[in-house]
């Protein structure tokens, strides 16, 4: 299996020691392979995601500036990011996008920094992990004006509509499946996750957050992947195993990850 997105941080997990430790829980769980979201807790949660993945060769990551983040979004720290990508081990720019349901970054920042990210993408020739929370519409509106769709764009942890999903994949964009789905309470998601075309869906924990049913309640990691798989590959009415093909697949083209 395939985790496309989780926050490894050791800040989360008890420090290095606890990071390695969960990477050995998702091995033994099948997961083979994890991505390493390289924001989110900080400017610096990008460094600690490419000392992860170097430390462990079932690990890549990305670099990032979440829209909480925003703030923090000088031209020096976002150069800093962006030398940093030319890493091997980091396949994306991300996550990164808007948050007008927090507002933790003043929105005139968050759309700044999400714009300096895109147009650096499109530069360095990355994909991008998008976060898009009731922004009704704009993230897409900034993604058509800044044409981020050429070299990737995954709308990661979707709890969007059907109806957006499809402008979405409409664009060539891609859609990642959270823990939300096993949830008794999953809104639109089910419809999400039937209707999302085989060659555009991804499936991720987000850990530490979102923890799938039946561990709801504890700290999430990639282990826990395998009951997203469960539940999607059961609305979608094919196996595990072979959903997992799917995205696994799908993850692994989106990346680049060879
Ligand atoms: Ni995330």
Not at 62 to 67: A, D, E, K, N, W
Not at 186 to 201: C, F, I, K, Q, Y
């Amino acid at each position: 299996m395939i985790d496309s997105h989780c926050h490894l941080d050791p800040g989360v997990y008890g420090g290095d020691d606890g990071v390695d430790a969960v990477v050995a829980r998702a091995r033994a769980a099948g997961v083979s392979r994890m991505l390493a979201v390289g924001s989110g807790y900080g400017f610096a949660s990008a460094q600690r995601a490419l000392d992860v993945a170097r430390r462990h060769p079932e690990v890549r990551c990305s670099v990032g500036l979440h829209p909480h983040d925003a703030k923090d979004a000088t031209e020096a720290a976002l150069a800093e990011l962006f030398a940093m990508s030319a890493a091997p081990e980091v396949l994306a720019l991300g996550e990164m996008g808007l948050d007008f349901h927090y507002d933790s970054s003043p929105r005139d920042e968050q759309r700044a920094a999400f714009r300096a990210q895109l147009r650096a993408a499109r530069e360095l020739n990355l994909p991008v992990i998008i976060h898009d929370r009731e922004t009704e519409g704009e993230t897409l509106r900034i993604l058509d004006e800044e044409r981020a769709w050429s070299t990737g764009v995954l709308y990661h942890c979707y709890t969007g509509s059907a109806a957006q999903m499809a402008e979405i994949v409409a664009r060539g964009g891609y859609i990642s499946i959270p823990g939300i789905v096993t949830f008794k309470n999953a809104g639109d998601m089910h419809e999400v996750a039937r209707a999302t075309p085989a060659d555009r869906l991804l499936i991720e924990t987000d850990s530490p957050f979102l923890t799938p049913v039946p561990h709801r309640g504890k700290r999430n990691e990639p282990a826990f992947v395998a009951f997203t798989l469960a539940k999607v590959a059961e609305l979608r009415g094919v196996t595990p195993a072979a959903l997992d093909g799917i995205t696994t697949e799908n993850t692994l083209r989106f990346f680049r990850w060879t």
